[in-house]
């Protein structure tokens, strides 16, 4: 029988989660739901020194508004909670003893400041079968001594105890096999009696197996952790039930030196964060993609981009498509280069697939912060549909077409400049009369009145049509004529030719 598929995310709630963490989030997501398999979240908080408050709200508020869905775990609930590991204490000791039992692990009572002479003493200190033995821990001192200490209440830590010179294989499914020899390994500390709380690998490990998991899709800075993750499932006699790893490769800075950061996303402008989010510690405020105006469908399209590459040349997938077309075999080993240029592109392309009302719906507020709440929501609408596909954002959408819904204040100098000629005035009073006797004012109609009245007159279209939307736009931009006047009706197409006049 084939495992069924299972994997977490296990982000920790240190602040804001990093894109590169919503992309880890996606695959794990993408994985599970393609194979009908289950995706867990699981709250990785043992380092209570790092915990930030909000840090977990902020990692389910994204998920939810990404579309990433939890089957199991945090905000959920399910049959292996509690899915926090700072309320799992009871569950790790049980196998920390384990661990100490078979002789496995070992503990010591080194001092930080112990630790620090000992890195002035040694060059390259580390923490290992080469030093081991001359350090403050039970592989050394009597057992009484030891019981006797811990009794009186003296802090230590759990060390993993590594056996020196043996090969470590790590099937990495997007890697290959990864070699590691053990010598290269410290003692890495596995629980702390400061907190009663075990490290990450600890926790990791255990809680990966009970629960279940059978791939383990995470970050490549991971990867150098997988040894020591292969030796404890194997020091407890857990080979069977190890998932299989798979390392996802780094993001790298746009222009592809070095590893992605919120320097990088500050110094060029583009969030490097899902949402808006505020330090509770600074109070300072960093940029989100969902209040830059980002739609989650472009994000996600973007993100499974990075680091992933269908068969086929094709570059827009709903989440659907991506779940269907979604392979480990196909992620790339080496880093990708975020191109942040590219999410504008996304995020055009899946505004023009939004509906027209849907867009005006984003829009309505835009307008009411101009000064137009009460416009009609149909012609919102419908000027929508004529200027959307100009813009990348939202929030962009008012420079388009503020015009539809307010007269031009002043006129673009450039353009009258270049456009507004000596006969324009002439020209305008003549087209206003010629407008003006016109019961329909359809773009049809006006076109075929208008075309054969500048032809007549033996005047130029472009100089006549460029005064005509100076007088309505107050420059030179916008859709068709015809397009405008039909919004804007007779009335005001009239009003505004008399301000340019009297102007
Ligand atoms: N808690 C780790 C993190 O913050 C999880 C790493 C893993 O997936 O094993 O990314």
Redesign the pocket.
Known sequence: MTRRVRV?F???P?GALHIG?VR?ALYNYLFARQHGGDMLLRI?DTDSARFVPGAEDYIIESLRWLGIEIDEGISVGGPNGPYRQSERREIYKKYVKQLLDGGRAYIAFDTPEQLEAKRAEIPNFQYDASTRMSMNNSLVLPQEEVDARIASGEQYVVRFLVTPGEDIHVHDLIRGEVVINSSILDDKVLYKSADELPT?HLA?IVDDHLMDISH?I??EE?LP?APLHVLLYRAFGWEDTMPQFAHLPLLLKPEGNGKLSKRDGDRLGFPVFPLEWHDPKTGAVSSGYRESGYLPEAVINFLALLGWHSHEEQELFSMDELIKNFSLDRVNKSGARFDYQKAKWFNHEYLQRRSDDEVAQMFMPILEAHGHGGEDFKKVSHVVSLVKERVNFVSELWEQCNFFFEAPSEYDEKSLKKRWKEESPKHMSELRALLASQDDFSGEALDAVVMPWIEEKGYGVGIVMNAFRICLVGAARGPHIWLITDVLGKEETLRRIDAMLSR
Do not use: H, I, L, Q
Request: zero cysteines; glycine letters at 14%; charged letters at 20%.
């Open positions: 977490r296990a982000p920790s240190t963490g880890t990785e990450y990791n383990v995470r970050g991971w952790s």
